[in-house]
């Protein structure tokens, strides 16, 4: 039937069979709820008609997506799991190696707001080519840094892959919500973080099996250092140019009810400055800005740092440093899925991000005192535990952040997500990492427990509101605003004025 078929709203992946039209939504901004048509007729005349429909299509934009972002966190975390073998290749101290990593988090923070004009101004696929492009073209500079003289050019070229992450690491949600439909949304959000964590999970797993710490041939170390950094050069290439032939910007018709109202807004009524203002007036979005930066910023902490806790209690483990670090994130993966899995079919999303932040503090508790007992099975498994929980949060906070500010922009919340992750990130494997080469690792993962302890508090704190939801079951008794504009006549015509709706009633 070709790219453009349509299947029916929130069925089967693979479904093909078109939905009866519904209706769009009136002048006002407002959809018509179940049991009101003849009223909202009525006092707003008869509205045309379309039909709601996810097209085949987006799972080629989704797999598109995820191996982009895949390429993206594998040359994130490549330099961090071999710190000891890029020390002895640069000839530099540990904290310049830290700085590969690190320099993710820097460039993402002033990048951001940039980066999300630019996504609602072009759009989806424009940015998600820049992603892409500016991955390829960082993975052939590190090309370049082949000599032990050289580390400023792999810095430079890592520099470059950052300003990549800022373009993909906030689109999950865009791209979940622009392309599925509401009973597939969550679970096609957490396939696209997925394919950032398993980017991360190669990272792991692959550099240190295709650079051994060969210190005593350097000319071998650079050759395997080669390989790896030719093999990403090429990859990365191939998926710009796969993007660049599957990435749409938007599919015929509109995936769900939510949307199909965010598309009956003239574009003119937008004001990118306002929506800021709007998601920091937004005290449970506030909240949440600030507890999954405590979360994800803890996670970024620990992998960065990994190698290096690994290392001080088992000396010559840096091949299994790698492979715990894919317990971690695989297990992750596997969490990520089943939340995604379990938002779509109960909506219940702040008690499932609560019960998955308790979770992950006691899993951070058990992995800080069983670091050190001597047993790498024992790190194996509570690696696994917390990696399942903790990295299994990032698409619930997506999927949050989306809900309880709608129709605010989905990448504009993600955006300012990722930022309050990378603050805390910088901020906490700095701190972390002082705290570990003074003292002990015990020491580092402690202050991460009692900081992910004052994210628990933040998140039982925060007001569930699900408007997304809500204007998808055709509920309208959930206070949603549009995007003000300057026109006060078009703020007035746009905004829907409604009552609260609780999470605990869906």
């Known amino acids: ?34 049991g009101t048509p003849g009223e909202a007729q009525a006092m707003l005349g008869a509205a045309p008609r379309t039909p709601v429909a996810v097209s085949r299509r987006r799972l080629a934009v989704l797999a598109a997506f995820s191996m982009c972002s895949l390429a993206n966190a594998f040359q994130w975390i490549q330099y961090s799991i071999l710190s000891s073998v890029f020390v002895g290749f640069y000839g530099v101290d540990s904290a310049r190696v830290d700085a590969l ?33 500016l991955n390829a073209l960082g993975a052939w500079g590190k090309c370049l840094s082949l000599r032990p003289s050289r580390y400023v050019v792999t810095l430079l070229a890592q520099s470059v892959c950052a300003v990549a992450q800022v373009f993909l690491l906030g689109l999950p949600s865009r791209v979940a919500s622009v392309w599925f439909g509401p009973r597939e ?29 060969t210190v005593d041939d350097i000319d071998l170390m650079q050759h395997n250092i080669g390989i790896m950094f030719y093999g990403t050069a090429i990859v990365s290439t191939i998926l710009f140019l796969i993007t660049g032939v599957v990435f749409e910007e938007r599919p015929k018709y509109p995936p769900s009810q939510a949307q199909a109202v965010l598309r009956d807004q003239p574009p003119e009524g937008y004001s990118y400055k306002q929506s800021i203002i709007n998601l920091f007036r937004n005290v449970p979005f506030v909240l949440l800005l600030i507890s999954y930066g405590i979360m994800t910023g803890a996670f970024y902490s620990i992998s960065t740092l990994l190698n290096q806790m690994i290392i001080t209690h088992y000396p010559g483990e840096e091949l299994n440093a790698g492979r715990i670090g894919l317990t971690l994130v695989v297990a992750g993966m596997v969490g990520s899925i089943i939340c995604g899995l379990w938002l779509d079919y109960t909506k219940t999303y702040k008690q499932t991000t609560l019960m998955v932040y308790i979770l992950s503090f006691i899993g951070m508790i058990v992995f800080t005192f069983t670091l050190n007992l001597g047993y790498l099975v024992v790190v194996f498994v509570t690696g696994g535990v917390l990696g399942f929980f903790m990295t299994g949060y990032l698409p619930l906070g997506f999927e949050f952040a989306v809900e309880i500010t709608y129709p605010e922009s989905e990448g504009t919340s993600s955006g300012l997500l990722n930022a309050s992750a990378q603050i805390f990130g910088i901020l906490f494997t700095l701190v972390q990492g002082k705290l570990t080469s003074a003292y002990s690792p015990l020491a580092g993962n402690l202050f991460l427990c009692a900081w992910i302890f004052v994210g628990i508090i933040l998140t039982a704190l925060i007001k569930s509101d699900l408007r997304r939801h809500n204007i998808n079951l055709g509920i309208m008794n959930t206070d949603i605003k549009a995007v003000p504009v300057d026109s006060p006549t078009e703020h007035e015509g746009n905004n829907a004025m409604l009552r609260d709706q609780p999470e605990s009633a869906i």
């Open 185 to 213: 949304v969550s679970t096609a959000c957490a396939v696209a973080v997925l394919g950032n964590q398993l980017g991360t999970a190669i990272g792991f797993l692959l550099p240190p099996v295709l650079v051994p710490n």
């Open 101 to 133: 990593s690190l320099v993710y988090m820097v460039a993402y923070v002033p990048l951001i707001l940039p980066a999300t004009w630019l996504l609602d101004a072009r759009g989806l696929r424009l940015c998600a080519l820049l992603g892409a492009g």
């Open 1 to 34: 039937m070709g790219a453009d078929a349509v299947e029916a709203e929130g069925g089967d992946w693979g479904c093909e069979e078109a939905t009866p039209p519904v209706q769009q939504p009136q002048p006002n901004g407002l959809a018509p709820g179940p």
